[in-house]
């Protein structure tokens, strides 16, 4: 491949690769809100529910 | 009451069904096409500029639209909207969110449904043994309604039937256990695939299997920068446009899906992380795969020649043969996942599509989930058989010009003027950074009140006065000619007039005329189709003041 093409190419894979994996990665490393939240998977994990006052 | 208490399963099935809304055929057959016609490498800078002013503040704008929405209990556009601006009008400007579904699932189910069929003939070995000519010809032949290769009458209107059952069954099952399902396992296999075939498409070398050129021939043609280009207005009103099409904003499929999410939760990295999972999809494997393969088997000239008409007929007509260079069975397989691919980017988009009228009638009219997706895919059988059943009068391209290019420009700017204008940037902002889990750039509030709506502004004033030939210069210097593809002049179908003028075969000119009846007859039944939405909303509306709900 010519220069000015490979230069392109990797910069722009690398940066929206990357940004996909950063972005991801965050979402699947944030704690979630406490219950109620929106998704039905978590609903009886224990250590997520509002504590009794 | 409204009888929908649907919610998400997952924060990561949300995300993979958001992306796989916006993955659609799009990325990997429409993307490189604009990026060969516009420059090349230099595309991707108007092309990455466009997400970042554009795409991201529409998405953003989108997901705590529909958050906000949600909150009282609106899950389609017609009363998100209503519930963000005093006027009355603005609900029938909702209606766009619903027709667009519609109209743009009753053509795209269509093209879901080739893909569909074509994995059938790849693991047949239909294309095995035929030449390039022959394989483009079964093309033809399929769409005109000709003979079935499988013995089965009519085969495309059965797998378009097979593949508008499939989607309203999955929609029936709910977002959890349907919507949300698929794309937990059509997200993961479109990655597959892609890499897949993104691998093959690194590495070709020619004198092998046929190949007349290196993977690099094609990758330089695709990325090479064009600098000069990039001072061209058409370039950068075809990047905001592909920016458009690949994130499926402007359609109310994003406000509906993210209706679903409750008022303390994000949005804010939810909207970044789906959206920049599609630019992935778009840019690393659509960019590697249709493109590299066509001008590694084919040449430059070629390609060229042929991506002037799209990417469509490369995708059906071209690339089965191409695998088959391959070997008989690695051809089979590579058919087989690049089919696949396409109807898994497809699938997941006509489902999103299908939820917004889900939700409009299960809010508005108490219907059930099952009776909902039913009637959406009745509706949508009966919109879609014009064009299949009159796919080469330009049925098919006339609805995807207005419901699926059109409407979604119309759509996007409104809303956006809604959200940053008449809603307000101080409560809009508060929406879009309430309960984020990343810190939201500032500069966005301003980028999002002023540069976004202009941006938009220019995209549809640009479509409706474009020049001929995209010619900016000649029409600043005076010359402004309309391009036929213009929107006036599509609506004063000029193109079709010119071409009828110019025929002198008797069998050309009656062929154009029933083309141009079909036209127009599409255009009235579109036009149908969003009054009587409009007439739905109006009725439900006074079904709400009636009950005390407004």
Redesign the interface.
Same mark, same amino acid.
């Given at each position: 491949m010519n220069t000015s093409a490979l230069v392109i190419m990797l910069t722009t894979m690398t940066l929206v690769t990357g940004l996909m994996i950063f972005f991801f990665v965050k979402v699947i490393t944030t704690p979630p809100k406490p219950e109620p939240d929106s998704y039905l998977d978590n609903d009886d994990e224990a250590e997520r529910q509002v504590p009794n006052r | 009451m409204s009888a929908n208490k649907e919610?998400?399963?997952?924060? *990561?099935?949300?995300?993979l069904a958001m992306a796989g809304n916006a993955v659609g055929l799009g990325n990997f057959l429409r993307f490189p096409v604009q990026a060969v016609q516009n420059g090349?490498?230099?595309f991707?800078i108007p092309y #990455?500029v466009c997400f970042l002013v554009m795409g991201i503040p529409l998405l953003w704008i989108e997901w705590s639209m529909g958050r906000f929405g949600g909150k009282f209990g609106h899950h389609s556009t017609p009363f998100i909207v209503d519930s963000m601006g005093k006027n009355r009008f603005w609900k029938y400007i909702g209606v766009f969110g619903l027709w667009t579904n519609i109209a743009v699932a009753a053509y795209y189910c269509y093209l879901e449904s080739w893909t569909l069929s074509y994995v059938f003939h790849s693991i047949l070995g239909t294309f095995s043994g035929l030449d390039q000519e022959a394989i483009s010809d079964f093309f033809a032949t399929y769409v005109s309604l000709g003979k079935s290769t499988l013995g089965i009458p009519y085969e495309p209107i059965v797998f378009y039937v097979i593949c508008l059952l499939l989607n309203t069954w999955i929609l029936s099952q709910g977002l959890?256990s349907g919507v949300e399902r698929v794309a937990k396992i059509g997200m993961p296999m479109l990655l597959l695939f892609g890499a897949f075939l993104a691998f093959k498409g690194f590495t070709i070398t020619a004198g092998e299997n046929g190949a007349i050129n290196d993977s690099?021939v094609g #990758?330089?043609f #695709?990325?090479?920068?064009n600098f000069d280009q990039l001072w061209s207005p058409s370039v950068w009103l075809a990047a905001a446009g592909q920016i458009f099409f690949t994130l499926s904003v402007g359609m109310g499929t994003v406000q509906c899906y993210a209706s679903? *999410?409750?008022p303390?939760?994000?949005v804010a #990295?939810?909207a =970044?992380?789906a959206g920049? =999972?599609n630019?992935?999809v778009e840019? *690393?494997l659509g960019?590697a795969i249709l493109i590299p393969i066509s001008i590694g088997y084919l040449g430059i000239d070629r390609v060229t020649e042929m991506v002037q008409s799209g990417g469509l007929g490369l995708a059906f007509r071209t690339l089965p043969y191409l695998f088959y260079q391959w070997g008989d069975a690695l051809g089979a397989f590579s058919g087989v996942m690049w089919f696949g691919l396409l109807f898994f980017a497809g699938i997941t988009s006509s489902l999103a599509m299908g939820t917004p009228w889900i939700g409009f009638l299960q809010d508005e009219f108490n219907w059930n989930r099952k009776s909902a997706a039913w009637s959406f895919g009745l509706i949508v059988l009966i919109l879609g058989m014009p064009t299949v059943l009159f796919f080469r009068y330009g049925v098919f391209d006339e609805y995807d010009y207005w419901a699926g290019t059109v409407s979604l420009v119309v759509f996007a700017l409104l809303e956006t003027i809604l959200f940053a204008w008449v809603f307000g940037m101080k409560k809009g902002w508060r929406e879009i950074t309430s309960?984020a889990?990343?810190k939201v750039p500032g500069v966005y509030r301003f980028i999002i009140k002023f540069i976004t709506p202009v941006l938009l502004l220019w995209v549809f004033l640009g479509s409706v006065f474009t020049p001929k030939g995209g010619d900016w210069g000649a029409a600043f210097r005076g010359n402004w000619e309309l391009d036929n593809g213009s929107i006036i002049n599509k609506l004063k179908n000029s193109g079709l007039k010119e071409q009828i003028a110019a025929a002198t075969d008797p069998t050309v000119i009656e062929e154009l005329q029933n083309q141009m009846f079909f036209v127009n007859a599409s255009r009235i039944l579109l036009l149908t189709v969003w009054l009587t939405l409009a007439l739905l909303v109006y009725v439900a509306y006074k079904k709400r003041v009636r009950e005390g709900r407004i």
């Open positions: - | 919610s998400w399963g997952s924060r *990561v099935g949300l995300i090349g490498g230099a991707i #990455l959890a690099s #990758l330089n #695709l990325w090479t920068p679903y *999410v409750r303390k939760d994000d #990295l939810n =970044m992380s920049w =999972m630019e992935f840019v *690393v960019g309960g889990d990343i």
